[in-house]
Every structure is written in structure tokens, then in C-alpha cells.
């Protein structure tokens, strides 16, 4: 894959001490990461700082980086986790963004969408961080349940027992729009 390649390349310089090289896995990853910790946390303040920090802790990490997983995935399993400490210390807003458009139909169309779009937004809110996590790298972001086990550190599994879990409670929250 061209990105990975450039990744591979980007990183290696970036090791060597290059911040410019740093700076472009940043910028080809932020919009995915801060996507990630906003959809984790729901606040886009709190997104935004997790979303540094990992960028920070990232490149504190960098020498160890051994190239076993993606860039992506590596940047995925920082941002996680650093969402995985603050969701610890806090209960999050708004897990979900504005991702979905209500087409311009009509007004009751409009405000039905937006009723469900905030009744999904509360499912998600209500998983454990165990479930979010998986959920959203799952349903939001689209990696694959491998991809999902190397972000986590879980086993395949626990990838699929946890996201089984989690879209009952999501269905079950959102029974009544069905």
C-alpha cells in the first residue's frame, strides 16, 4: 500500500531525528485520530487534548516503534488508550459525531433523524469503554476485527465477544425507532 509506504518512510526518517517527518504522519493521521478519540469521547475539547496527547506520546514512543503493526494501527491503540484513561476518570457527553446529514425532505423528516441520531448517540454513551472501543474502531472507523485485536491488544475473541455485546445494547437502545 502507497500510504503505508510512505509511512514506513516518514517513520524512519522521524526516528533519525527528522520533525518534519513527524510532522507528515501527523498530519496524513490527525483527522482519523481526532475522529476516533471525538467518537470515544464525544467532546470535542476533550477529542482535541486526547488526540494531542497522543501525537505527543507518540512521538515520545517513536524509537520503539518497530514496524510489527501500521502506523495506523499504532496511532489507533495510543489514541484508545489515552481515550480508555479519560473515559476512567469522567463519563463522556456525546460518543457519537455529526456524521449523518438529515436530507431536506421535510421538517418532521429532519427532526426524526435528528431524534434518532441523538437516541444512538445515548447507546453508544451507555457502553462500557470495554464495548465503545471496539464498537466504534468496528462501526465507525471500519477496521477490521484483526485490526481491532492489534489496536486493543485483545484476542480475536474478545474482538467479536465485545462487539456482539455491544450491538445488543445499541439494538436494544434503539428498539423503539425501528
Known amino acids: 500500500m502507497v500510504f503505508e509506504t510512505q509511512d514506513s518512510h516518514a517513520v524512519r526518517a522521524a526516528q533519525a531525528g527528522n520533525v518534519d517527518a513527524f510532522g507528515e504522519l501527523v498530519q496524513r493521521h490527525r483527522t482519523a ?19 494531542q496527547e497522543a501525537f505527543v506520546q507518540a512521538w515520545r514512543a517513536l524509537p520503539t ?33 455529526e456524521t449523518l446529514e438529515a436530507p431536506a425532505s421535510g421538517p418532521n423528516h429532519i427532526v426524526e433523524v435528528r431524534g434518532e441520531l441523538e437516541a444512538l448517540k445515548l447507546a453508544v454513551t451507555r ?30 475473541p474478545a474482538v467479536k465477544g465485545r462487539l456482539h455485546r455491544a450491538r445488543l445494547e445499541v439494538l436494544d437502545a434503539m428498539r423503539s425507532w425501528r
Open 127 to 156: 457502553l462500557t469503554p470495554e464495548q465503545r472501543a471496539p464498537f466504534v474502531l468496528r462501526e465507525l472507523e471500519g477496521l477490521s476485527y484483526e485490526e481491532i485485536g492489534e489496536v486493543l491488544e485483545i484476542s480475536l
Open 65 to 97: 516503534f518497530r514496524g510489527e503493526s501500521s502506523v495506523a494501527t499504532w496511532l489507533y491503540r495510543i489514541v484508545v488508550n489515552r481515550c480508555l484513561n479519560v473515559l476512567g476518570a469522567q463519563e463522556p457527553a456525546d460518543p457519537v459525531a
Open 33 to 51: 485520530v481526532y475522529r476516533v478519540a471525538l467518537r470515544m469521547l464525544g467532546n470535542p475539547s476533550d477529542a482535541e487534548d486526547a488526540a
